[in-house]
């Protein structure tokens, strides 16, 4: 199973960073930065969101910089297999993009037009939903890619 990271940092008014990828997963779409945790360190996710912050988004941090949202479990997740994503809120806005890089282009996409965007399929029917809706609660949440339609099962809210 991939250990993994991803980070919601918005700007002051309220967009959401977002990362138009030009590699797999999820190659020419729109997602959240963040990337694997480094598993063979030891590196704790908190450690892997304060790291892959500064890597993607030029964000100097500190693991008190970052609020655990939601876990999400994906089984056979596309061109990844099984994946166990960490979602991140950042406690700061950030002013400006960060530069592009050879992972992709960041732009801000205000919450109102998230679910519209040119997302991953199961960040858009379920993802975004928890972080836009769960009111800062923490959720877990247990995705089957296997099934079609996405079986998707609550397992805390």
Request: hydrophobic share 35%; aromatic share 10%.
């Amino acid at each position: 199973m991939v250990l993994a990271t991803l980070l919601y940092i918005k700007n002051p008014q309220g967009g959401y960073l977002l990362l138009e990828r030009l590699n797999e997963p999820n190659k020419g779409l729109l997602s959240p930065p963040g990337g694997k945790v480094h598993v063979h360190e030891a590196e704790s996710p908190f450690q892997c969101a304060v790291r892959e912050a500064n890597e993607e988004c030029g964000i100097s941090s500190t693991e008190k910089d970052w609020t655990l949202r939601g876990i999400i479990t994906e089984k056979n997740y596309p061109k990844i297999g099984d994946i166990m994503l960490f979602l991140f809120d950042y406690r700061h806005a950030i002013e400006s993009l960060p530069p592009s890089f050879e992972e992709g282009k960041f732009t801000f996409i205000n919450e109102k037009d998230i679910l519209s965007s040119n997302i991953p399929e199961t960040d858009k029917l379920y993802i975004w939903d928890f972080v836009l809706k769960n009111n800062g609660r923490f959720f877990s949440v247990h995705i089957d890619c296997d099934k079609s339609p996405f079986e998707c099962t609550i397992e805390a809210e």
